[in-house]
C-alpha cells in the first residue's frame, strides 16, 4: 500500500535588483567547482571522472536556465551548505590545532 503526502509548494523568493545575476553566478560556481576538484584528482579517474565532468556541464546548463528563465523559484545553493562547510572547516581548524 502507498502512502502519498501531498505537501504545499514553496513561496516565490522575492525579487530584487541583482538577484539574477547573482543567481546565474551561483548556478555555475557549484557544479564547475566540483568538475575541477574530478579534473585536479590526484588519481586517475578515467571513464567515471568524464562522466562526472560531463553531468556537471549538464546540472550546469539546468541550473542556468531556472535561474535566469524561472528566477524567483531558485534557491541559491551558496546560503544552503555554507553552514555545514563553515561547520566544516571549523572543525578542522580545531583538529589543525589539537595536534
Sequence with gaps: ????????PRA?????????????LDAMLWPA????????ATVPTGLAGDFVVVGCGLLTAR???TAWARNPRYRFTV???SSALLALAILGAGLAIAT
Design 79 to 81: 546560503a544552503r551548505w
Design 1 to 8: 500500500m502507498w502512502m502519498v503526502f501531498a505537501r504545499t
Design 63 to 65: 541550473r542556468c536556465w
Design 33 to 40: 567547482s566540483a568538475a575541477a576538484a574530478v579534473g585536479m
Design 12 to 24: 516565490d523568493m522575492p525579487m530584487w535588483r541583482g538577484r539574477r545575476a547573482l543567481a546565474v
